[in-house]
């Protein structure tokens, strides 16, 4: 079967399944009148005992096979037998039960063991079908080629594993053979179905022929064959054959196959009576116009997956005899042709993932046998055209992730068949009202999610449906929690969150959540005591795990229990208090929790150790909260754990060293406690760690050489407001991830590392989010505020933070390169030299903070091309000079931000600097700058008499003023003994 018909919901694609899945009745082993189970038929007694045999070593946990006994084996289960001659014609063992999701990879209702030679005695044998069982790890048996009279052989999804017996080539009567869905099948040569010259239809899909060149040469040998599925074999496609022999085809599956230089074959022109061409996910590109054209019988074109463009799309359009076109996961651009109204027996359309843009044209009204319609994840603009409505046999409607914007047609809500309709994350607008849904009876799916739609139905209204999926996110349901889902007894998927509903939970509501699979109510004002769920008694199988969200609401009271199969569960951000519940129901542990989520509420006590025996989970969130006491020791025994948050409780002690041995983790926020003491050395096991926040606690430690030697996936690492002490380890240099690193408030010392320039993450921007949770809130010191980063901009941010410790020397040059720096913080450190004049190089720096240092000199005039700089901090060190000026730092008008450097002048301070100095970069030239030296020559003119007048003065006072002169020469002879004393220490010095 095709996987990706069975992702759809609609009964339509059952239709579809029939119409072209090879089945038993379209190859018959023989005349409906020579075959029957006839109880009154005599069974040859060697051919029973052949049976008896074939069933001994057989494993047949279900006994399925309990009728075979007594001498009437023409009457035992799946047994069919000549009328006449009572000779075995049809062994048909088939498992027709279907697997269940509880069942895992068990298979109850199989039949496995050993297949038994002894059915090579049933030498009248037309028909066997082993087909859905579990023979795991055997072959297929070479007796098989000896079953000479076989027309028909299915061993599909049975478990077969290595080669295919070339043997079976010797069955020229066979007319169908199905070796489908066996992955550890293969065979390096294909020659041997040349003999199979009855052969009509050949299914070896999932079959490995990666190595089977002459794969398709082999196959064009059958002129009879009406029936090719090759899909997923990896086989080699050949351009061209030198003769096209098996034109009977009519059925033709390449899907996932090895096409030469991604082109279509020009011999498919020669297949001119298919009806069933299967040519997705091979990453075709070259124009199809006109390769089809004599295909006129073609009604089932599938070419997912490829690079195929609108021009396809519209000369496919003239391919009247298409009832099912599947163009999804393409590079379809541009509109949907107007022509797509021509395809009037189009009853399945599929444009999904695409860049189709434009509107929906009014034509589609014309497709009057359309029953499925996906444009989801396009670019499809306009409105939601009202011709839609008059498509009386659709059956789904899927337009969702695209940009269609208006109000929704009343007249939808005529389509009796719909049973899916999904416009979720679009823009569209306006009210819905019981108009919308009149005549909706068959309505299974409904998503109206992130639109801006209001639903004003009256209290009283009772919908004509029955939904199994309600999406309704941000769609305004509110105030009152919606009374209509009180009729709704088949719902196992909701979503109402952000639905401003401001309302407690309906007791009513409470009993039909004991069926629900996904539910969301998370972002509302919802009041009263949380859920309590029951166990469900029927799991659906659509569904993989049960998830409850009610985070972000107004719940109160207390936790009773935790739900019992319930995987994931959110109740963050609510108010909720006491204990964190056991997970132990009597001797019941909660097996299927493997995410929770009680973060931000108000609960008291330890953290129960019972959280221990959930061997599954992978996620952990209980911060901020009131818990108090040590980490439990056995959290080190949740080996799948990836995500571990305790951040802000009162938890206490040392950080457990069992945490080590969480292989899988990669992210762990410890920060906001009491934690003491040392760094565990087990923590250098955690090598797939991603985030590591240890801030806010009481941590005495030099900063481990192992953090930057074993940790080397690391992009964001906080220790700030410890006690770590000593330098800093240049080991941190050998994170070439690390995008955020903050070691602020601590009393680190020594110098700052010269290697940081070897932090790859702060050179150049680094694509892929690296594995990080999206679910992640991280905290990080940005201009002076504590800010909450997810996931998405922990990528975008790149973050230095060593404020607050004891480090001296000047600041790196090399710390320059890190050119894609946004935060740099420095402030309240020891640190001398100048501002680097490379500083400029950081044309990405948003926050930079240099204060309470002891920096000298003039302020680097590079600072103002820093374009994005809004938060700058210089204040209180000993620079000196003017402020540069210009471009962002024309915006920076605080003068606090440079005060306690009394060598600065310039704006914005008040005390303006030497009038006549050279202008600085960017700043406006003065009036008097580029004035003729002819302008400046009374100044020149004047210089001569004024020194003379000036001297005469000076000369005057020394000879009529006696203390001046006494005073004047005793700094002269002072002056002239220091010059003296200076110039013979250097004489000595370099003798």
Wanted: net charge negative; with cysteine; glycine share 8%.
């Amino acid at each position: 079967m095709k996987h990706h018909l069975l992702c759809t919901s609609s009964s339509l694609l059952l239709l579809f399944l029939f119409s072209f899945v090879p089945i038993t009745n379209q190859f018959p082993f023989g005349s409906s009148k020579q075959a029957h189970n006839y109880a009154n038929v005599s069974c040859i007694e060697n051919e029973r005992q052949a049976l008896l045999l074939f069933k001994h070593g057989l494993i047949d946990e279900s006994n399925r096979l309990s009728s075979w006994i007594g001498e009437g084996c023409c009457s035992w289960e799946g047994i069919s037998c000549h009328k006449i001659s009572g000779s075995v014609l049809k062994l048909d063992l088939r498992n027709t039960v279907p697997f269940h999701e509880d069942d895992g990879d068990h298979c109850t209702n199989c039949l496995g063991g050993q297949l038994s030679p002894s059915l090579v005695n049933l030498t009248s044998l037309r028909y066997l079908d082993l087909s859905s069982n579990n023979f795991s790890g055997i072959q297929v048996p070479v007796f098989f080629g000896l079953l000479k009279n076989l027309r028909y052989l299915n061993l599909s999804s049975a478990g077969f594993d290595g080669k295919i017996p070339h043997h079976l080539g010797n069955l020229s009567h066979l007319r169908y053979l199905d070796l489908a869905g066996n992955d550890g099948l293969r065979t390096k040569d294909l020659g041997w179905v040349v003999g199979l010259s009855s052969l009509e239809g050949l299914v070896l899909s999932g079959v490995n022929l990666a190595a089977a060149q002459d794969g398709l040469q082999s196959v064009n040998m059958f002129p009879l064959l009406t029936t090719l599925d090759l899909n997923d074999c990896g086989l080699f496609i050949h351009p061209h054959l030198s003769q096209v022999n098996f034109t009977s085809l009519a059925f033709l599956d390449l899907d996932s196959n090895d096409f030469n230089n991604y082109t279509v074959p020009p011999w498919l022109r020669n297949l001119t009576g298919l009806h069933d061409l299967f040519l997705g996910d091979n990453n075709l590109s070259d124009p199809i116009h006109g390769l089809f054209d004599q295909m006129t019988s073609l009604v089932h074109f599938d070419l997912y997956s490829n690079r195929f463009d609108a021009s396809t799309l519209k000369s496919l359009c003239n391919a009247s005899s298409l009832t099912y076109l599947d163009l999804s996961k393409n590079n379809v651009q541009g509109p949907i042709p107007n022509e797509i109204g021509q395809l009037v027996n189009l009853a399945y359309l599929d444009l999904k993932e695409n860049n189709v843009q434009g509107s929906i044209p009014s034509e589609i009204g014309q497709l009057i046998n359309l029953a499925y319609l996906d444009l989801s994840v396009n670019n499809v603009q306009g409105s939601i055209p009202s011709e839609i409505g008059q498509l009386q046999k659709l059956t789904n409607l899927l337009l969702p992730h695209n940009s269609l914007n208006g109000t929704i047609p009343t007249n939808l809500g005529q389509l009796t068949k719909l049973q899916a309709f999904d416009v979720g994350y679009n823009s569209l607008t306006g009210v819905l009202s019981e108009d919308h849904f009149a005549k909706l009876r068959e309505l299974k799916s409904l998503d109206l999610t992130g639109n801006s739609l209001t639903l004003n139905v009256s209290s009283s209204w009772v919908p004509p449906f029955q939904l199994q999926q309600i999406g309704m996110g941000s769609v305004n349901v509110g105030p009152r929690f919606p009374a209509w889902l009180r009729t709704q007894n088949e719902v196992e998927w909701l979503d109402l969150r952000n639905a401003s509903i401001s309302d407690a939970i309906p007791s009513w509501f409470r009993v039909l959540c004991d069926d629900i699979m996904m539910l969301d109510l998370s972002s509302n004002s919802l009041t009263g005591n949380p859920l309590e769920f029951k166990q469900l008694k029927h799991r659906p199988s659509r569904y993989a795990e049960r998830e409850i969200f009610l985070n972000s609401n107004k719940l109160t009271g207390s936790l009773k229990s935790f739900p019992l199969d319930i995987s994931g569960l959110d109740l963050s951000h609510n108010f909720l208090t006491g204990h964190i519940p056991q997970l132990e129901v009597g001797q019941t542990v909660v097996p299927a929790l493997s995410s929770v989520s009680l973060n931000d509420n108000r609960f008291t006590g330890t953290i129960p150790e019972d959280l221990c025996k959930l061997e599954n989970l992978y996620f952990v969130d209980l911060s901020n909260n009131l818990l108090y006491g040590r980490v439990p020791l056995c959290l080190g025994n949740l080996q799948y754990l990836t995500g571990l948050n305790l951040a802000n409780n009162n938890l206490s002690g040392q950080i457990p060293s069992s945490l080590g041995k969480l292989g899988s983790l990669t992210m762990l926020h410890l920060n906001g406690n009491k934690f003491i003491g040392k760094l565990p050395a087990s923590m250098q096991n955690l090598s797939n760690l991603l985030i590591l926040d240890l801030g806010d606690n009481g941590l005495k430690d030099t900063i481990p050489a192992w953090i930057g030697e074993k940790l080397s996936k690391l992009t964001f690492l906080r220790f700030q407001s410890n006690n770590f002490h000593g330098p800093i380890s240049d080991t941190l240099c050998q994170l070439s991830l690390l995008q955020v690193l903050n070691l602020a408030h601590n009393n680190l010392s020594g110098f700052i590392p010269h290697c940081f320039n070897n932090i790859s993450a702060m050179v150049s921007r680094l694509h892929g989010d690296g594995g990080v949770d999206l679910q992640e809130r991280l905290e990080d010191i940005k201009g002076g505020r504590e800010l909450e980063y997810d996931a998405w901009s922990l990528l975008l941010v790149n973050s230095v933070s060593l404020s607050a410790n004891n480090l001296v020397g000047e600041i790196p040059d090399e710390i320059m390169e890190l050119v894609q720096l946004q935060v740099l913080n420095l402030s309240q450190n020891h640190l001398t030299g100048k501002i680097p004049d490379k500083i400029g190089n950081l044309k990405q720096i948003e926050t930079l903070d240099l204060s309470m240092n002891a920096l000298f000199g003039a302020i680097p005039e590079s600072l103002s091309d820093l374009y994005s700089l809004n938060s700058l901090n210089l204040s209180h060190n000993k620079l000196s000079g003017p402020i540069p000026s210009g471009n962002q730092l024309q915006t920076l008008t605080d003068p606090s931000i440079y005060e306690g450097n009394s060598g600065l002048c310039g704006k914005p301070l008040p005390n303006s600097c030497w009038e006549h100095k050279l202008p600085t970069k960017n700043r406006p030239i003065d009036d008097d700058e580029g004035h003729s030296e002819s302008d400046w020559s009374w100044f020149y003119a004047g210089i001569g008499p004024g020194f003379a007048a000036g001297l005469s003065g000076v000369l005057g006072i020394l000879l009529f003023k006696k203390s001046w002169r006494y005073a004047y020469f005793k700094f002269i002879e002072s002056a002239y003994d220091k010059i003296w004393v200076k110039t013979t220490r250097l004489r000595r010095k370099f003798r």
